[in-house]
Structure formats: structure tokens, C-alpha cells
């Protein structure tokens, strides 16, 4: 099946009857091209929230999304979140958040599907092989960017409902949604919008499911853990203008030099994090976690194929895994300002900016990180008696989240997924950053599950991401 909305329907129906879950299944097999035109006209949009001058089609996303959602019969609304405050000064609207409503049954138990219909950038002469905004079928795979991240996963969770209602079943549960168009640079605004909605659209919500991650191998998977993130920038200002290196070179203190010194001081060769305090704040890895790193189906060698490296930085599974897991990193990104176009400038630039972020886990605080980030780079920077100027930014402060997966709600879902699939899931962490987990968890209170829709191999993030057809079944998320 090519888009993967029989998990969700059974996590929905975990205690129906099997006729009711053979019926469901066999009018998601015959609809598939339905679903695949959907999600054709959803990657059609270029909705990246990085790219301010791409706002209308974020705005036109959300819209769409919206106007889905009452087609089916929800209370839907579109809520303003606010305006984002650009680096220049300028202000943006910041696109509504979609909330729905199917069913306000006081007898029944609430789980609202939170998701995000926002992408990264995406461009072809960035490496894909096909268009991608052009939602492409290879062999099985459809290939678009949203495809895995997170497009095909919402709209799995809304077929799902979909399925129900064509069938006249009714809802084991009521169901909402929350569908934001800013995940990718952070959800701005979106942390407000739940805190002040708590004590009206969360307040009778009893469980919170998230699918906006990936499975780890071929086996499939629930996700109990994130890592969170820290992003700076790091701005090395000197000269009042870019000057002509033959002219100028050899007589002032470079910026560009500057700050390739202070970036080469934040982590060692050996993957060491160098900034004080960072290390000592993690969670030490219990006994009990080392076991189930263990049992993890994870292949070394097909992690090696498909980052293209000869060499990891770990040579066992446990360190592999909880290095990409649960301890913290750095990472560097990139350099605004320097010369990186093809042929070569002699130029100094005036102005580089550093971009790299630092990967949370517990119990690390984002706060605490600003302060130990930006002192340590002052600290560093003041060393090398430069007259030009550092700023350091944090611009992103998610926190990560960790759930217990011996919880109730992980029983449904390894139930739902044992059904699907025939076999036990893995439970896994996840690497990267969903920060609305921690604020549902902190805000709500109410228990999360993530249950991972994307592939292993979807290339999220990546040049030709895809949704597979091999690995997954629709029926599991209804």
C-alpha cells in the first residue's frame, strides 16, 4: 500500500471487532489512487516556512488543509498565531494553525493527532532526481518533498477518519487534530496557542498522537524519546566592507579567521563536546536502557551505505545508537557571508556568520545552554585579542521529550502494529527535534505516543525523499 493509513485506524480501533478492521482495510486497498492524488495535491505546494518569500503558499497550505478537514464534516477552525519577527526588523504573518473536531461523545475517550504541513527546502538542482513538487512514483516509492516529513503522515490520520465515516462506523473515540505550518523552523507560535487553549480545546483530551518520525529498520516502530535543539549563530563582524585579499590581505585580522577558531574549539575530533557544563548535565544511560539498545533491530553496515561513509564514529550498535539517541551533539551548518559559489573571489568578508546547533537530551536546558554557549565563545573569542566584534544568537531553544513506553497508550500502539505487521515493534528514540512533544507534555499533561509513519530509508531532510510502499500498511493508524 502506498500511503500508510491502516496503522492509524487501528491504533483508533484497538479493541473493535476484527470485522470492523477487515472492512476498514479492504476500503483503504481500494481507494489507494485517491490517497496518492491527495497527497499529489499537497506536495504540489511548496509550503517551506524557511523561505519568508514562500509565505503565500504556506498560507495556501493551510487553507487546503482546512478546507479538507470541513469537506469531512469537522469543527474546524484556522487560528492566528501571531507574526513572526524577521532579522531585519520586519514583521510576517505567521500562518493560522488548523484545529478540528470529529465527534464530542462524553463517553468516549479523546485523542487529538498532532501533525505539520510544513517542508524544508527543496530545490532539483540540489541532487533529486525528479521534481520535488512533483509527487513522483518510482517503483513503489513516491517521491516529493512533505512525502515522509510529514505530509503522507496527516494525511493518513484524516483518511482514517475519512475511512470511518464512508463506512457509517462510528468513531471508537473522538478525535481532534492540530496541524501547524511551522515545525521546520521551530513552530513558532505555536507553544501560545496551546497554552492558551488549554482549558478548551485540550482540556478533555485524554491522549496525544504524534507521527512525524521514522522507523529505524525494516521492523517497525514506536518512538518514546526526541532530542531537542539548540541553533546559533555566531556573527564575526571586522572591516566596514568585503575587501580585495591581494590588496588588503596580510594587514587586518580576518573575520573569517576568527570564527573558523572559535568554531574549531566547540567539539574535538573525536566527537567531544568541549563547551563546559554541556556533558555533565546528561542523563547517565541506565542498565535497563542499554538492554533495550540491544534488542534493537540496527544494522552497522546499512547505516555506513546510506550516510556514504567508510568510517562511523562508534563501532558497536549501543554506542551507535544512544550517541544518536540520547547524548548530545554539535553540529555545524554552515557560513553566511563567506564566498561559496563556484570559481574563485579573492575576497575577505566583512561579515561570516557561523550556524550550528546543539542536540538536547535530558537533562539539559535550553536556557542553560544559551548561557554556557555564549560565555564559552566570548570566553574563547576574548583569547585571541581580536578588534573585530562576535554575537552570539540563540535562535531555536526545543527542549526534548521522553515518554514511558511501558505506558498503557505504548500497549495500544504495539497492539495496533503487531496486528498490522505480525510482529512486535521496536521502541526506539528518535535524533532529531520534534519540539511539540515537551509542550504538549508540559502544558496538557496528557500521555504522548509517536508512532512513526516515515521509513527508515525516506531520506527526510534529504535529496529525493519519498514515502515507500515496501515497509508500510494503511490500516494502522485507524
Known amino acids: 500500500?502506498?500511503?500508510?493509513?491502516?496503522?492509524?485506524?487501528?491504533?483508533?480501533?484497538?479493541?473493535?471487532?476484527?470485522?470492523?478492521?477487515?472492512?476498514?482495510?479492504?476500503?483503504?486497498?481500494?481507494?489507494?489512487?485517491?490517497?496518492?492524488?491527495?497527497?499529489?495535491?499537497?506536495?504540489?505546494?511548496?509550503?517551506d516556512s524557511s523561505n519568508v518569500l514562500k509565505r503565500a503558499e504556506l498560507h495556501r497550505m493551510m487553507d487546503m488543509t482546512a478546507q479538507k478537514l470541513r469537506l469531512m464534516g469537522g469543527t474546524v477552525e484556522l487560528v492566528d498565531v501571531g507574526e513572526q519577527e524577521l532579522p531585519d526588523g520586519q514583521t510576517l504573518a505567521l500562518p493560522k494553525v488548523v484545529t478540528a473536531q470529529f465527534g464530542n461523545d462524553s463517553n468516549k475517550l479523546t485523542v487529538c493527532v498532532y501533525g505539520h504541513v510544513d517542508v524544508?527546502?527543496?530545490?532539483?538542482?540540489?541532487?533529486?532526481?525528479?521534481?520535488?513538487?512533483?509527487?513522483?512514483?518510482?517503483?513503489?516509492?513516491?517521491?516529493?518533498?512533505?512525502?515522509?516529513?510529514?505530509?503522507?503522515?496527516?494525511?493518513?490520520?484524516?483518511?482514517?477518519v475519512e475511512a470511518y465515516q464512508a463506512l457509517n462506523m462510528e468513531l471508537p473515540v473522538n478525535v481532534k487534530f492540530v496541524i501547524e505550518g511551522m515545525e521546520e523552523t521551530g513552530s513558532n507560535g505555536l507553544d501560545a496557542m496551546i497554552m492558551a487553549q488549554r482549558d478548551t480545546f485540550f482540556?478533555?483530551?485524554?491522549?496525544?498522537?504524534?507521527?512525524?518520525?521514522?522507523?529505524?529498520?525494516?521492523r517497525p516502530a514506536l518512538t518514546y524519546g526526541t532530542r531537542g535543539n539548540c541553533y546559533f549563530f555566531a556573527e564575526v563582524e571586522g572591516p566596514k566592507q568585503d575587501l580585495h585579499s591581494g590588496v588588503y590581505g596580510g594587514t587586518v585580522i580576518e573575520p573569517m579567521t576568527d570564527l573558523i577558531?572559535?568554531?574549531?574549539?566547540?567539539?574535538?575530533?573525536?566527537?567531544?563536546?568541549?563547551?563546559?557544563?554541556?556533558?555533565?548535565?546528561?542523563?547517565?544511560?541506565s542498565d535497563d536502557e542499554w538492554k533495550m539498545y540491544q534488542d534493537i533491530q540496527f544494522d552497522i553496515e546499512n547505516?555506513?551505505?546510506?550516510?556514504?561513509v567508510n568510517q562511523l564514529m562508534y563501532n558497536n550498535k549501543v554506542d551507535l545508537l544512544a550517541h544518536m539517541w540520547r547524548y548530545p551533539t554539535v553540529s555545524i551548518h554552515g557560513?553566511?557571508?563567506?564566498?561559496?559559489?563556484?570559481?574563485?573571489?579573492?575576497?575577505?568578508?566583512?561579515?561570516v556568520t557561523a550556524k550550528f546547533s546543539i542536540r538536547q537530551v535530558p537533562n539539559m536546558d535550553p536556557a542553560m545552554v544559551k548561557k554556557q554557549v555564549t560565555d564559552y565563545l566570548h570566553s574563547v573569542f576574548a583569547k585571541r585579542k581580536s578588534p573585530n566584534k562576535l554575537k552570539v544568537t540563540m535562535v531555536i531553544g526545543a527542549?526534548?521529550?521522553?515518554?514511558?513506553?511501558?505506558?498503557?497508550?505504548?500497549?495500544?500502539?504495539?497492539?495496533?502494529?503487531?496486528?498490522?505487521?505480525?510482529?512486535?515493534?521496536?521502541?526506539?528514540?528518535?535524533?532529531?527535534?520534534?519540539?511539540?512533544?515537551?509542550?504538549?507534555?508540559?502544558?496538557t499533561m496528557k500521555s504522548i505516543i509517536m508512532m512513526?509513519?516515515?521509513?527508515?530509508?525516506?531520506?527526510?531532510?534529504?535529496?529525493?525523499?519519498?514515502?515507500?510502499?515496501?515497509?508500510?500498511?494503511?490500516?494502522?493508524?485507524?
Not at 477487515?22 to 509550503?47: C, F, G, P
Request: net charge negative; aromatic share 8%.
Open 335 to 351: 557560513i553566511e557571508g563567506a564566498f561559496s559559489d563556484p570559481g574563485t573571489k579573492t575576497v575577505i568578508p566583512a561579515k
Open 399 to 443: 527542549k526534548p521529550w521522553l515518554a514511558d513506553p511501558q505506558h498503557p497508550l505504548y500497549e495500544a500502539g504495539k497492539a495496533a502494529v503487531n496486528r498490522v505487521f505480525n510482529t512486535d515493534p521496536d521502541l526506539i528514540r528518535e535524533g532529531g527535534t520534534i519540539p511539540i512533544a515537551r509542550t504538549f507534555q508540559d502544558v
Open 261 to 285: 577558531g572559535i568554531l574549531d574549539t566547540l567539539i574535538s575530533p573525536s566527537g567531544t563536546i568541549l563547551i563546559p557544563g554541556i556533558r555533565e548535565a546528561v542523563a547517565p544511560l
Open 303 to 308: 547505516h555506513k551505505n546510506k550516510t556514504g
Open 203 to 218: 482540556s478533555d483530551v485524554d491522549y496525544i498522537i504524534i507521527s512525524d518520525c521514522g522507523w529505524l529498520s525494516r
Open 452 to 478: 512513526p509513519i516515515g521509513g527508515f530509508d525516506d531520506g527526510m531532510h534529504s535529496q529525493n525523499e519519498k514515502m515507500s510502499s515496501k515497509y508500510h500498511h494503511t490500516s494502522t493508524v485507524a
Open 120 to 160: 524544508q527546502p527543496a530545490k532539483l538542482e540540489d541532487g533529486w532526481a525528479t521534481d520535488p513538487y512533483n509527487l513522483t512514483d518510482i517503483n513503489g516509492n513516491l517521491y516529493g518533498r512533505g512525502a515522509s516529513d510529514n505530509k503522507a503522515p496527516v494525511l493518513a490520520w484524516i483518511h482514517a
Open 1 to 47: 500500500m502506498n500511503v500508510p493509513v491502516l496503522p492509524s485506524i487501528l491504533l483508533l480501533i484497538s479493541t473493535a471487532h476484527a470485522f470492523q478492521y477487515t472492512e476498514l482495510a479492504q476500503y483503504i486497498d481500494s481507494h489507494q489512487e485517491e490517497y496518492v492524488e491527495a497527497l499529489r495535491d499537497w506536495i504540489a505546494i511548496e509550503s
